[in-house]
DNA sequence: CCGTATCCGTAAGGATACTG
DNA sequence: CAGTATCCTTACGGATACGG
């Protein structure tokens, strides 16, 4: 059976948290389970689509399990699964450091924006 | 001034490392300086437009500094500042996962894209 | 060797409306 | 409430050719 293969950790960890969402959406998960509304609003900017495409991205990885309970109105509740939760142990650190540095890159993106801005006009 | 804010630390991270290449170029980085065609060649599958580009926006972000010997023909070399060490170093425990579980998400990665091939076919 | 410039396709992602 | 379906835009990124 043929596999892919990584030439690094990171470039592996990327496929299964790469892109704009998948980060936000494990962070979301990492200390309860939740609602797809309830995340919908926890995960702040994602629309629908976006959040369900991920889901159903990150439960094929196996790195998060969807609970159907077949009531009406209907209430669907997603966590981590054991896999999800030692990954989001990794993201940590680097939740971590964003925290820490939040000012220093808040502003400096500030200041991107600000010259794009001008740029345009 | 204004600036702009995060819901949490990871968003912020995102924002620096953020996209396809930023972390991988990061990591290339993150043992020892390297010319812009060490790099090229490191980060597999780049182009020099990306690696110039995402280059340009990590030094502006203040975690990688330029550096140009003015020599002809040209050589320039790239390394981490002391604020890119410290997310090098945030960063690990996520590269540490990826190669601890690199076999199963190189062989669920496949599977998901032969599905896409058989979908097309 | 280290970039720039240009062209171009794809796919990621947003908005909106609709269904069980 | 939890999704689907559809349309549409843009920006990410590849390929190629050229410049200092």
């Not at 043929?2 to 790469?18: H, I, N, Q």
């Not at 609003?41 to 309970?69: C, P, W, Y």
Request: proline share 2%; aromatic share 6%; glycine share 8%.
């Amino acid at each position: 059976m043929k596999r892919k293969t990584y030439s690094c950790g990171l470039e592996a960890a990327l496929d299964v948290v790469g892109g704009k969402w998948k980060v936000l959406i494990l962070w979301a998960l990492h200390d309860e389970r939740r609602r797809f509304g309830d995340l919908r609003r926890t995960v702040s900017g994602i629309s629908e689509k976006m959040l369900i495409q991920n889901l159903k991205e990150m439960e094929a990885d196996g790195i998060v399990i969807r609970h159907d309970f077949r009531e009406i109105p209907p209430r669907v509740e997603y966590a981590l699964t054991s896999f999800g939760i030692s990954l989001s142990a990794a993201l940590s650190p680097l939740c971590e450091w964003g925290q820490l540095h939040m000012a220093r890159i808040g502003a400096v993106k500030e200041e991107e924006e600000e010259a794009r801005g001008r740029i345009e006009a």
